[in-house]
């Protein structure tokens, strides 16, 4: 899982997904916010760099401060590798189990 800062890396997310619209929608809006200064504070996760197969955006731990609020904690999901998801889900800390949620998302 790697977290993307760089306003180079997210430009490019940002090309590569409006290539797979309209599955990518809920998840090319929050890289966009990001990318423009994320008012939102809200950071973009991928499970490689550049080829990836998950993205998955989240509102940064620091600012997820109600473990009850599933619409704060909201996640949104773009996956080309089935695979690379089950594995982000099961053996990292992209989600937070402990927390109420709600995921958006699409696959390829």
């Known amino acids: ?3 993307l800062t760089c ?3 997210l430009q490019r997310l940002e090309e590569a997904l409006r ?3 309209p599955a990518t ?3 090319l809006g929050t890289v966009m916010t990001v ?3 994320n008012p939102a504070g809200h950071e973009v996760l991928v499970d490689s760099w550049p080829h990836f197969g998950v993205v998955l955006t989240r509102l940064r731990p620091e600012e997820n401060r109600d473990a009850g609020d599933f619409y704060a904690n909201q996640l949104t999901v ?3 590798d089935e695979g690379a998801w089950r594995a982000l889900l099961g053996d990292t800390q992209a989600v937070d189990w ?3 949620f709600q ?3 699409k696959g390829d």
């Open 103 to 105: 995921m958006q998302g």
């Open 1 to 3: 899982m790697l977290i």
């Open 7 to 9: 306003p180079g890396q």
């Open 78 to 80: 773009y996956y080309q």
């Open 98 to 100: 402990t927390r109420a």
């Open 25 to 27: 929608l809920p998840v």
């Open 35 to 37: 990318a423009r200064g």
């Open 19 to 21: 290539r797979s619209l």
